[in-house]
């Protein structure tokens, strides 16, 4: 069974910090892995994803993420926040090869404080 | 052109009522969705059609049915609206696994 675990209902930030939020998986089978980030009253919208390859994978809006197969994880980090970044931020697992059913984290609400 | 579109963007209803949304995607994806978003965002899937064939089919109450006419078109019929039903539902096409794209949702109320 696959699962995602996003460390931190909410992390705030002030503007030109680093953003980094956390998300851990569990998958028995190698995994594809995805960002998505959702504005107020929208649907997601996808930031990033890994498949295979580089594990360093970057996205829009200057958001990128390392894959760690040892750590099983896959944080969305940004060097510089800007106010626009203010979101929620979702990460997905779902399998690499077969099978349609993605598997949503909790969510992390980030704030970008002035 | 928008991608993934749902109708309608907003459903104030009484309990007990029926109503039904509609999702169409003009991606040429082969896999749709319905998700469950509740207020404290969570994401819940709720069903999946891949080349209209259900293919997930999560713990949902029958109330919930969904259609699919053809690969494009994915329908949620909701029979018997109960206070608990309120939430944001949000459509979705994939290329099979690959990323999700999604609609804008569709709020519901019931009162």
């Known amino acids: 069974a696959q699962s995602v675990t996003q460390l931190g209902s909410h992390v705030s930030v002030s503007e030109g910090a680093l953003v980094l939020l956390r998300c851990n998986y569990s998958?028995?089978?190698?995994?594809?892995l995805f960002w998505y980030v959702q504005y107020p009253n929208q649907g997601l919208q996808l930031l990033l994803k890994?498949?295979?390859?580089?594990?360093l994978v970057k996205g829009i809006n200057g958001f990128e993420a390392e894959f760690k197969k040892s750590e099983t994880s896959f944080h969305l980090t940004k060097p510089s926040a800007h106010m626009s970044d203010a979101a929620e931020y979702f990460c997905?697992?779902?399998?690499?090869?077969?099978?349609?059913?993605?598997?949503f984290g909790a969510g992390t609400r980030l704030f970008v404080k002035a | 052109d928008t991608a993934v579109s749902q109708t309608p963007k907003y459903l104030v209803t009484q309990m007990g009522n029926d109503k039904s949304i509609k999702c169409e995607q003009n991606?040429?994806?082969?896999?749709m969705y319905w998700y469950k978003q509740d207020s404290k965002k969570f994401l819940k899937i709720m069903f999946s059609?891949?080349?209209?064939?259900?293919?997930i089919n999560e713990t949902v109450p029958n109330r919930f049915s969904p259609k699919s006419p053809d690969k494009a078109h994915l329908n949620l019929h909701i029979n018997s609206l109960e206070l608990g039903d309120s939430a944001v539902y949000f459509c979705?096409?994939?290329?099979?696994?690959?990323?999700?794209?999604f609609g804008p949702g569709t709020r519901l109320t019931v009162l």
């Open positions: 998958s028995s089978v190698p995994p594809y």
């Open positions: 991606l040429g994806h082969d896999t």
């Open positions: 979705a096409s994939s290329q099979q696994h690959n990323e999700q794209f």
């Open positions: 890994y498949t295979t390859g580089a594990t």
């Open positions: 059609y891949n080349n209209k064939e259900l293919i």
């Open positions: 997905a697992v779902t399998r690499g090869t077969g099978g349609f059913k993605t598997i």
